[in-house]
């Protein structure tokens, strides 16, 4: 499944992770690794969309993203990440998203985003 953001210029699709050997070189820093659900999510008006890698919509069992998403004061918006809950410590644990321990769980499902697809009319595939 493709997610069109109607003012986009472009269609996008979650991509697959890869592993790449870790590395340390100026200019350069990492993310923490977020275990969760790749989703892409796509703000376009009123309108937000989310969609997995395999394609599914998980609008319906994340609407707290969806809302907070929704609430972004970019009229047009793509955004690349993963919902995720947190445990205590707080480390994300996918197990937690599909078999919740209400002891262990600490958030609510959040989507935490990696990377600024597009935003307003700008897009920002090519920049660093």
Known sequence: ??????????????????LVKPFHRPGWVYEEK???????????????????????DPMARFPGAAKAIGSLPSEALVLDGEVAVFDERPVSRFD???????????????????????????????QP
Not at 47 to 54: F, H, T
Not at 97 to 114: C, E, I, K, Q, R
């Open 34 to 56: 977020v275990d969760g659900w790749r989703i892409v999510a796509c703000k376009d008006g009123r309108k937000v969309s989310l969609v997995s890698r395999r394609g599914v």
């Open 96 to 126: 937690l998203l599909s078999d919740p321990d209400l002891d262990v769980v600490v958030t609510p499902p959040v989507y935490v985003a990696f990377d600024v697809l597009y935003a307003g009319q700008q897009d920002y595939r090519a």
């Open 1 to 18: 499944m493709k997610l069109m953001v109607r003012r986009a210029p472009f269609q996008v699709r979650p991509l697959k992770p890869i």
